[in-house]
């Protein structure tokens, strides 16, 4: 779960694919954790211009995790739904924090 969560956006893509290949396994039983052991709301961000990881993917995510809100980023990809746009993002962190005080 560190490997597939933890890459770095300069890894190169052989890299990149065996941490994928070789953890999605295991990735299952994570969200199975979440949506079983965990009572806390999930929000999965996703650049809707993201040619990285398919919007697929995060839709994928909340289909294991029925709580999960999934919100799609016009005109982001995958790094610039953060680079780009650094103080949005800790605007809406933060409302997702205080909501769930």
């Given at each position: 779960?560190?490997?597939?969560?933890?890459?770095?956006?300069?890894?190169?893509?052989?890299?990149?694919?065996?941490?994928?290949?070789?953890?999605?396994?295991?990735?299952?039983?994570?969200?199975?954790?979440?949506?079983?052991?965990?009572?806390c709301g999930?929000?999965?961000?996703?650049?809707?211009?993201?040619?990285?990881?398919?919007?697929?993917?995060?839709?994928?995510?909340?289909?294991?995790?029925?709580?999960?809100?999934?919100?799609?980023?016009?005109?982001?990809d995958h790094v610039t739904?953060?680079?780009?746009?650094?103080?949005?993002?800790?605007?809406?962190?933060?409302?997702?924090?205080?909501?769930?005080?």
């Amino acid at each position: 779960m560190d490997g597939f969560f933890c890459h770095t956006h300069i890894a190169s893509w052989h890299t990149l694919h065996n941490i994928i290949c070789g953890s999605a396994g295991k990735i299952d039983k994570c969200l199975e954790a979440v949506r079983d052991q965990l009572t806390c709301g999930v929000t999965i961000y996703h650049g809707g211009d993201d040619e990285l990881l398919p919007v697929g993917c995060s839709y994928a995510v909340q289909s294991k995790i029925p709580r999960a809100t999934v919100k799609v980023i016009d005109g982001k990809d995958h790094v610039t739904i953060v680079v780009q746009r650094q103080k949005e993002l800790a605007r809406e962190l933060e409302e997702i924090w205080d909501t769930k005080r």
